[in-house]
């Protein structure tokens, strides 16, 4: 419920559902790792500031990847999978919330949260499966730069027994508002980004190996504005 700032010389392990509450700034230290258990996930409704520097990243990996900070869950020599833990959403996320210099893998694990949150009315589907980033609601904002999102499964059967669903390693809904800039998604099993309505920006990106596509658009006119990227090895376009 009050503003917190997490230093570089811990090491933190996120189990369940992490929320940062309207009104309230979380700002993570260049350099900070979080570790995440299957079921760990992160939900911001106020402002987050993830903002790491060159050679000190701040990371998101799941719990059983010995990249960073070694070995944490008795297995050594484990880089974790993916879908080994959820990923990020931001539903009313304020102005200046930002990820920048981070790293984030091993995402996609099903959230059967968001089956019960928002139904996207023209498609008739549920948003529900696996991701790695989650935008929702107009008041959303999010700039992502500098970034490299690796290695998210696709995976919807966990929470319903619909067989399109919509998904996408960064999903974006209900004319929220993002900016991608300078960053990498790469070695998917999804789309890089399903973008629904929204004010999205894609600048200077690498989108490469994402398994479905690179981006997506609902309704197809609304493309947002995509210029100066580069499209790498995708199966279906």
């Keep these: 419920t009050t ?30 790792i979080l570790k995440f258990t299957n079921d760990g996930s992160v939900l911001v409704r106020g402002l987050l500031l ?16 010995d990249t960073f900070l070694g ?6 020599g484990t880089t974790g999978a993916p879908g080994d833990w ?10 200046g919330t930002s990820i920048s210099q981070a790293i984030i893998r091993n995402t996609g694990r099903p959230d059967c ?16 499966g696996s991701y790695a980033i989650t935008v929702a609601e107009a008041s959303s904002r ?15 059967s966990r ?24 960053s990498r998604i ?10 629904y309505s929204s004010e999205l920006v894609a600048r200077d990106n690498v989108f490469e190996r994402n398994y479905r596509g690179h981006i997506l658009h609902y309704p197809s006119t609304d493309g947002g504005v995509i210029v100066d990227n580069e499209f790498r090895d995708s199966t279906t376009g």
Aim: hydrophobic content about 35%; proline content about 5%.
């Design 113 to 128: 949260f968001w089956i019960d949150y928002y139904t996207v009315p023209s498609l008739n589907r549920w948003v529900d």
């Design 3 to 32: 503003d917190a700032t997490w230093l570089n010389e811990y090491a933190y392990v996120v189990a369940g559902r992490l929320e940062v509450l309207d009104q309230v700034k979380w700002t993570l230290e260049p350099g900070t």
């Design 159 to 182: 929470c319903s027994t619909q067989t399109t669903l919509v998904n996408g390693v960064i999903r974006i809904f209900g004319d929220a508002q993002v900016t991608i800039s300078e």
């Design 186 to 195: 790469e070695d998917t099993d999804n789309f890089a980004i399903f973008n």
């Design 71 to 76: 070995d944490t869950d008795g297995s050594p």
């Design 86 to 95: 959820v990923g990020l959403s931001f539903i009313g996320s304020d102005p």
């Design 50 to 65: 993830a903002d790491g520097e060159q050679g000190f990243e701040i990371v998101f990996p799941s719990y059983t990847d």
């Design 142 to 156: 999010l700039d992502i730069s500098n970034t490299t999102i690796q290695r998210t499964s696709y995976d919807p």
